[in-house]
Structure formats: C-alpha cells, structure tokens
C-alpha cells in the first residue's frame, strides 16, 4: 500500500466536509490506524478509503467539544482566523498566530 503525504499539518485549523464541525489538528495517521468496528460503524455510503491520511483533531460544533478521527478526504481548509474553543488546545498548542496554532515545546529526556 502506498502511503500519501498529508495535505493538511499539525496545528491547522481545518472543517468537516459532510457534518458541522471545525478542529485542530494534533496527530495525523498515514493511513487508518483506528478499529475495524470503528470503520465498519460508519455507513458505507459515506465510508472513506483507509489508504489516506486520518487526522486527531480537537473539535468543536455549536453544542460541544470532542476529539475527532476524520479522513483527509473529509478535511477541508478553514477560511477565516478564528481559533478553535475546545478546552485542551492549551494542553497541546502554546498559541494561536496567523490562523494556525504553534506547538508546545516538549520536555523529553
């Protein structure tokens, strides 16, 4: 199986292309990395390929917060320079600049 670059990047905001949801990216799988019953529980008509990159994003809509595993081919770019409102970016992101949020540095020994 050949594995993509991903188009999208740690940190970018980015917005669901079927349901009404925006997040943050912060993982991106090369290809599907989730369970079979997972991808199995999404209906078939919808179902995307597992040969593509799948994004970890903190996301929101306008009821909650949520972590997200979404297909790039459900991804699109957000347009606009608003940040994303779910309660851990700050566990992960050290701030919001020109419409992408900057990484924490880590501590690692």
Do not use: C
Not at 43 to 54: I, L, M, S, T
Not at 57 to 79: C, I
Not at 90 to 99: K, P, S, Y
């Amino acid at each position: 199986m050949d594995t993509r670059i991903a188009k999208f990047a740690i940190g970018q905001v980015v917005k669901h292309r079927i349901f009404p949801f925006r997040g943050v990216i912060f993982d991106v799988d090369p290809v599907f990395a989730n369970t079979e019953e997972w991808w199995l529980s999404i209906p078939e008509a919808v179902r995307p390929r597992k040969d593509q990159p799948f994004y970890h994003l903190l996301a929101e809509n306008d009821q909650s917060s949520f972590v997200a595993y979404v297909s790039e081919q459900n991804l699109l770019p957000e347009d606009g320079d608003e940040p994303v409102s779910h309660p851990q970016t700050n566990l992960i992101f050290d701030e919001f600049r020109a419409g992408r949020y900057q990484l924490r540095p880590r501590i690692t020994h």
